[in-house]
C-alpha cells in the first residue's frame, strides 16, 4: 500500500509540475484554489491528509479536509460550503494583491526526491484577470529531519520563499472555522489533485 499511496503522490507531483503557471480561465474559475497535502510514511501509523479551499469572486466557498492511513485506501472525507463574511473577503482579496505572491510560479516538484519519507505540497491556483496564477511549494524531509537534502541552494531559496510568501494565504485558510458552515456532497470537479 506504501508503494502505491507514493506512486499516486509522485504521480500527482508529476502532473502539477506540467502545468504552467498561466492559462487561460472561463467564466466559473475560482478566485482561488489552494490545496494542501501531507504524507507521513515515518509516522505511526502512515497518514496521508490533504484539504482544498475553492473560493468564488461572489464570497462562495468549498473546503474538503480528508485524511487516511497510507494502509487503507478508504479516507476520512469532510466537505462543507458556505458563504465568507466580508473581513474574510477583505482579508483574502488583500492577500491575493501581494506584490511578492504575483510573481511566484509553479516551481515544479520534478527535482523532489522520491526516496524521502515525509513529504508535501501546497498549490494555489488564483485568478488573475484572464489567466490564471499558479504557485506552488514542495517540502521534503528525510528520516533525520533535514529537509532539502542534496538539493541545490538556488532551488532551496526558491522553496522557501514560496513557503513564506504563501504561509499568509494558508493561515487564513485553515483559520476558516468548518463549524461555521453547513456540511455539503462531495463535488470531484472542486478540487483538482
Not at 502512515?46 to 464570497?59: D, I, K, L, P
Not at 506584490?99 to 516551481?107: H, P, V, W
Request: with cysteine; charged share 25%; glycine share 4%.
Amino acid at each position: 500500500m506504501r508503494v502505491r499511496s507514493f506512486c499516486w503522490a509522485c504521480s500527482m507531483i508529476i502532473l502539477t509540475s506540467k502545468l504552467i503557471s498561466q492559462s487561460p480561465t472561463s467564466v466559473a474559475t475560482p478566485l482561488l484554489s489552494l490545496i494542501e497535502v501531507k504524507v507521513s510514511i515515518s509516522a505511526t501509523p502512515r497518514v496521508e491528509s490533504g484539504a482544498c479551499t475553492v473560493v468564488n469572486a461572489n464570497g462562495d466557498i468549498y473546503i474538503e479536509k480528508r485524511s487516511h492511513l497510507l494502509k487503507d485506501p478508504t479516507a476520512d472525507l469532510k466537505v462543507y460550503e458556505g458563504q465568507l463574511r466580508s473581513t474574510q473577503r477583505d482579508t483574502l482579496s488583500s492577500l491575493l494583491e501581494n506584490d511578492e505572491l504575483r510573481k511566484l510560479t509553479a516551481e515544479s516538484a520534478r527535482r523532489m526526491p522520491m526516496a524521502e519519507r515525509d513529504f508535501g505540497w501546497v498549490t494555489a491556483k488564483i485568478k488573475r484577470g484572464s489567466s490564471v496564477q499558479q504557485a506552488d511549494y514542495r517540502r521534503w524531509r528525510n528520516g533525520s529531519n533535514e529537509e532539502y537534502d542534496e538539493v541545490d541552494q538556488r532551488y532551496i531559496a526558491i522553496q522557501r520563499n514560496a513557503l513564506r510568501v504563501l504561509t499568509p494565504i494558508l493561515n487564513w485558510a485553515n483559520a476558516i472555522d468548518p463549524s461555521k458552515l453547513k456540511p455539503a456532497a462531495f463535488k470531484e470537479e472542486m478540487c483538482s489533485r
